[in-house]
């Protein structure tokens, strides 16, 4: 028998449950990630959320991908699906950004495009407006810790204050008890 290794690629990363559902398309996950000057243009001024090197560390942690591609190309090329012998592209239901050009055209061409339900309906945008929404609570929940923190290291610097003020007491104290007259 021989072990054959299905490649499965997606391109810009997704959400756990979509990388999850592109995993059981084959036996190895590529995950193409675009630079942020791509995304940029692709989704908007306000993309890409996290910087490539973030976007990578993200997605390298997933337990079901296997490779990342740093700065895939867009659209996708002949070249990356040869090099890195590609068996099938992964989209998600839910995706955003330009719709007027194809850039997975080569994939639907070879007909190694597949369009997946992750189950998950949220997209960037999404995510980006629950940040916006809760940043406030986010904040009054920090400033009340540093307040505490705060709290908490002044009285322990007045009990050391204080404790070492009775230890340099106790020292007077025994060193006056013990003088001796002649």
Known sequence: KQWYQRRVAITAGGLVDF???AKKEG???IV???EDDVVNEYKGSQY???ILQER???????RHVNEVLIGAPYPLTE???????IDVVVQGMVH???HDSDHYAVARQRGIFKEIDSGNCLKTEDLVMRIIRNRKLFMDRNRQKQIK???NINRMAEKEKEEKEEHDDGERAGSSGSAVSS
């Open 32 to 34: 193409g990630l675009y």
């Open 56 to 62: 990578v560390l993200s997605v390298l942690a997933n």
């Open 27 to 29: 036996s190895y996950l």
């Open 19 to 21: 990388l999850e559902a």
């Open 79 to 85: 070249e990356v699906l040869d090099h890195f012998k």
């Open 149 to 151: 923190e705060l709290n």
């Open 96 to 98: 955003e950004g330009d």
């Open 48 to 50: 890409p959320v996290q």
